[in-house]
């Protein structure tokens, strides 16, 4: 699938994370790229919502998190949204089969802003691990205490969406 700093999705270039910061906005070097992609960003919209983004809380269903109706099974891209939700999503573009799906397509919008952003591991609708490993936000790894206090969170109230090999989130 290839994510982050190094995959098709990432910019190839090895740089780390930002500077530690509350709120990431998409790099620059990754939304100039973005922008001359019109299956990924349109001048007039930002870039397109996933149609697949969804909350992990409101994924929750029968005790497992949902994708399509189906247990969540696989590695997905995922985002802490400016007002703490973590949402997540496979990667789709509903514009071309043949385009990238990045992170800010999470959220969509001219100027898409996170508190965190990374892959998600969720095996048979619960979540094993999450990192910060995202190539358009690159979010400082202090940012994953961000994650960590969504998912303990989440946990309280819903322990049976994580897995019992849980490792929680790892810095990249």
């Keep these: 699938m290839g994510s982050g700093r190094n995959g098709p999705y990432g910019n190839n270039c090895g740089s ?10 998409v790099v620059g070097e990754m939304m100039d790229r973005d922008r ?6 349109d001048s007039k919209t930002g870039y397109f919502t996933n149609p697949f ?11 497992q998190i ?27 573009n509903p514009n071309s089969s043949h385009s ?4 800010p397509t999470l959220i969509g919008g001219k100027d898409p802003q996170v508190q965190c952003a990374g ?7 619960r979540i094993v691990w999450y990192n ?10 202090k940012s994953l205490v961000i ?5 303990e969170k989440l946990r309280k109230i819903h322990p049976e969406i994580f897995a019992k090999n849980y490792k929680g989130g790892s810095r990249i």
């Design 16 to 25: 780390g994370s930002q500077p530690y910061a509350p709120i990431y906005h």
């Design 36 to 41: 001359q992609n019109h299956n990924i960003y």
């Design 53 to 63: 983004a969804v909350s992990i809380q409101d994924s929750i269903k029968n005790g």
């Design 66 to 92: 949902q994708m399509d109706n189906h247990s969540a099974h696989g590695t997905y891209t995922y985002v802490v949204n400016e007002n703490g939700d973590v949402v997540f999503g496979k990667r789709f």
């Design 100 to 103: 990238r799906a990045p992170h």
């Design 119 to 125: 892959m998600i591991r969720i095996e048979k609708g």
């Design 132 to 141: 910060n490993d995202s190539g358009h936000f690159r979010p400082n790894e």
């Design 147 to 151: 994650v960590d206090s969504a998912m």
